[in-house]
Structure formats: C-alpha cells, structure tokens
Antibody, heavy 129, light 108 residues
Framework: EVQLVESGGGLVKPGGSLTLSCAAS????????MNWVRQAPGKGLEWVSS????????FYADSLKGRFTVSRDNARNSLYLQMNSLRAEDTAVYYC??????????????????????WGRGTTVTVSS | SSEVTQDPAVSVALGQAVRITCQGD??????TNWYQQKPGQAPVLVIF???NRPSGIPDRFSGSSSGNTAFLTITGAQAEDEADFYC???????????FGPGTKVTVL
C-alpha cells in the first residue's frame, strides 16, 4: 500500500525551530518529486515546497522568505522540512504529498502536467508562546 | 503571485448536479487538478489534468475548462460528496502550485 506518514509536529514558541519528517512506503520513493502543503486552522490549502527526486530542483512558496528548508534522504525513504524563525502564522497542519506527472499532446507538442496524487494524514504545528 | 478564485460555497439537492468554478490567469497554461477534503481528513485527488479521474473516484465527478476557468461537475450528488473542494494549478513560472481558496459543497 502506498503510504505517507508525517511526524515531528508539536508546540513551539515564536522564533523557534522544528523539523518535520515524512516516511514513505509502498512505492519507489527515490523516483518521485515530493511536496509539502500546509493548512492553517479553518483555512485553505497552501503549497509550501517541492523537491525533485535527486534534490536538484527545490522550490519554495514566496511567503516563506527563506525560513524553511526542504530535504530528502532517498536511502531512508524520507522527506524533511526544517522550519526556522517560526511565527504564529505558521500554525497549520503540514501534509507531505507525492508528485505525479501526466502527459498529453497539445498543439502537436508533448506537454507534462503535474499533480499531487498521494497525501499523508498530516502533522500539526502550533506556534504559540 | 498567481491568484485563483472559487465561489466560497454551493449547495445541491441530493441526486442533482452541481458545477464548481475555479478562475485565474494561471489556468490558461496548465490543466487544473481538483481535491476533495472532508472535515479532519487529508485532501483526496478527484480530478487531475483537467478531466481525468484517479482509480477509485466515482464517474459522477468530471472536469472541464474554458479559457481561464475550470469546472468540477458532480452529476448525481451523494450525501458523501459533502466536502470542501480545492482547485489547483501552477503559477506562471510553472514551478509552484497554486490553490484556490476552496468551495464548500453542501448536499441538501
């Protein structure tokens, strides 16, 4: 069974740090781009970061302003999110999600369209004094 | 940053059809994905790349698009379809996902 299990959430004071983990199983983790997505209480989904299979391509949401760092260990089938200088507005459920690609011909050119097909249950981060 | 909009809420009578709208300039360049999220649960992919259903998703869910607008249609809504639905695409760089604010679907 394809599964993603997040861990590492908890209560942290403003300005503190926390590292989240996501353990993957049931698929060849090393061949997939992975994502972090968060959801503040009562709010919508917000994409946070993505990391390619080999860690060559890493992207972050502009709103993070360099405070978060994504990494992965393919030997351990694990994805990480290091979060520094945490603020109250970082309080959220953090999900890891597997990236998938589909392709189709558009205007006689092969184009690829990404989507997130498998999600974990999430881990809760609360930033409060 | 790219902005995607959705109607905050829609309601549908049991067994009837409902269409959810997602609008934004970024939708012109990429097909839209749709996620269903029930309270206390993780999002579930229901439509990818515009009009494709993952395995296990009922065929009453369908996707379409026109210009900068994408649509998710539920034909014959069931009580279990009551949830928040989020559309998602890529920003202009193509490197980042953007989500709509979500539409709460109520089945009456």
């Amino acid at each position: 069974e394809v599964q993603l299990v997040e861990s590492g959430g908890g209560l942290v004071k403003p300005g503190g740090s926390l590292t989240l983990s996501c353990a993957a199983s049931g698929f060849t983790f090393s061949t997939y781009t992975m994502n972090w997505v968060r959801q503040a209480p009562g709010k919508g989904l917000e994409w946070v970061s993505s990391i390619s299979s080999s860690s060559d391509d890493i992207f972050y949401a502009d709103s993070l302003k360099g405070r978060f760092t994504v990494s992965r260990d393919n030997a351990r089938n694990s994805l990480y999110l290091q979060m520094n200088s945490l603020r109250a507005e970082d309080t959220a459920v953090y999900y890891c999600a597997r990236d998938q690609l589909t392709s189709t011909i558009v205007a006689r050119a092969l184009r690829y369209y990404p989507y997130m097909d498998v999600w974990g249950r999430g881990t809760t981060v609360t930033v409060s004094s | 940053s790219s902005e995607v909009t959705q109607d905050p809420a829609v309601s549908v009578a049991l067994g009837q059809a409902v269409r959810i709208t997602c609008q934004g300039d970024s939708l012109r360049g990429y097909f839209t994905n749709w996620y269903q999220q029930k309270p206390g649960q993780a999002p579930v992919l229901v439509i990818f790349a515009g009009n494709n259903r993952p395995s296990g998703i009922p065929d009453r869910f369908s996707g379409s698009s026109s210009g900068n607008t994408a649509f998710l249609t539920i034909t014959g809504a069931q009580a279990e379809d009551e949830a928040d639905f989020y559309c998602s695409s890529r920003d202009r760089s193509g490197n980042r996902y953007v989500f709509g604010p979500g539409t709460k679907v109520t089945v009456l």
